[in-house]
């Protein structure tokens, strides 16, 4: 096989920008690449916070937000029961779904404690960072909630 050219580095290049990644790492036979981000791209922090009353038409509670780009799957394998679903209680941490970027899996988990509102995106959806994928309703106890 050719080795990498120009043009697959500049795709390269292009895709950690658009995705948001901090390096890709490669293969074409036998020869290897990894690819890292110039030091220049910011990083991208997302942070779940609570949704304030009468924004749009989210529900009430906190948005569980997408740490990234990717395709989100409510269930763990084809053929298995979702993660969570609607009126589920979950605990802050619990994995809700999974986002695949780049053929890896990264697990989704909610900030805080409580039941399970919405859920705004479908199993194999295609879904942006920072992009909510449903709702909680946290507990009483606020101390749950993420900082």
């Known amino acids: 096989m050719p080795p990498f050219d120009d043009e697959d580095i500049r795709w390269l290049l292009s895709t950690l920008e658009s995705e948001r990644l901090a390096e890709i790492e490669v293969s074409q036979g ?6 890292r981000a110039p030091e220049t791209v910011a990083p ?5 916070s609570p949704d304030s009353a009468g924004e749009g038409d989210d529900p009430p509670g906190t948005s ?8 989100f799957y409510l269930t763990p394998a084809p053929d298995t029961a979702p993660f ?5 209680r979950v ?5 809700v779904g999974l986002i695949e970027a780049m053929k890896l899996f990264n697990e989704v988990n909610s ?3 409580g039941i399970i509102t919405k ?7 295609r879904v942006a960072a920072g992009e909510p994928l449903m709702w909680v309703q946290p507990d009483g106890d606020d101390s749950n909630a993420e900082e």
């Open 30 to 35: 036998e020869m290897r690449a990894l690819v």
């Open 44 to 48: 991208v922090i997302i942070e779940a």
């Open 64 to 71: 569980v937000l997408a740490p990234m780009a990717g395709i």
């Open 84 to 88: 969570v679903e609607e009126g589920d």
């Open 91 to 95: 605990e802050r941490g619990e994995v």
């Open 111 to 113: 900030p805080v404690a």
């Open 119 to 125: 859920i705004a995106v479908c199993n194999e959806d």
